[in-house]
């Protein structure tokens, strides 16, 4: 039988993925290559919906893509492709903006979070309908499963009502995609500050895949612990200690149950020297990876441009039949 499809995209937003970026999602693309048919996409089209530099945006594209590739992205096993390379993304995004109400849109909470700052009239059209392209960017591949975390499940939801409005209007066309739950899905907190999620727009708290060794361990060494001496997992009443503990698990391999016992006894200095430890083991030869990526930009851009081929070969064919029903 086939296999089901996965579809799933990362932000080119940043010079570096943050910890969480890999624990949260990147962790289970790799795991996911074996069991399901793959296609991951660096959404760059959705990169611009803010104020950017074309430069800046080039270079972050192909560093996300060195990234995905040395951490384990197989292009034999998975579709890896640019998103701009595919223009049925947007081809398909015109028709969903056209069945979808403008106060349906208007509910995304995300837009609503992410304008905050400039406030609603100065964001662009783009970033209000970000979540009908995300859409697009599922249903063109007729994806059946998409990995989400709590924060995407109202866009999901979107694409959802989309497939089904699309099917129900013009005929049974587009796959209605279904949420695919992570298994222990990790969240990773900002090392400062273990309330709030580690984010790349948040740098002084993340822990970023190619930042230098010595500034991680630094960050790590001043990560904000808790009241108290003991080394025990309590997320809620000791949230810093609690997260040093989850990152530890992911790099060492132990479960945290184990860790704690060989803390008994042991300070916070104790775990943070393991964990810049495990940290530094992990991270590596992934920056050695990315390095060598990186040295051969033709190569990199190969990859991708396969990718991309295939990639539209599976697009083009939605956007053909969804064209011919609406009437092109
Ligand atoms: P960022 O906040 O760094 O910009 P994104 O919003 O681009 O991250 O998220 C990319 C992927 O990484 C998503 O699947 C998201 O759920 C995951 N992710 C991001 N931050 C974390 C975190 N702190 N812990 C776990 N997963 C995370
Ligand atoms: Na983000």
Known sequence: AARPRVLSG??????SFQIGNYVGAIRQWV???STHETFYSIVDLHAITVEHDPEVLRRRTRVAAAQLLALGIDPQRSTLFVQSQVPAHTQLSWVLECLTGFGEASRMTQFKDKSAKGGVDRSSVGLFTYPILQAADILAYQANLVPVGEDQRQHLELSRNLAQRFNSRFGRTLTVPEPYILKETAKIYDLTQPTAKMSKSAP????????????????????????????VFDPEGKPGVSNLLTLLSIFDGRPVGELVDGYAGRGYGDLKKDLAEAFAAFVEPVQAAVAEYLTDPAQLDLIL???????????????????EKVGF
Not at 305 to 323: F, H, P, Q
């Open 204 to 231: 002084a708290g993340s822990l970023d895949l190619l930042a230098d060794l010595k500034v991680s361990t630094k960050k790590i060494r001043s990560a904000v612990t808790d009241t108290g001496r003991d080394i």
């Open 31 to 33: 795991e996911l290559q």
């Open 10 to 15: 990362i932000q080119p937003t940043a010079d």
């Open 305 to 323: 441009a396969k990718g991309a081929e295939r990639a539209r070969a599976v697009a083009d064919a939605t956007v053909s039949t969804v064209y």
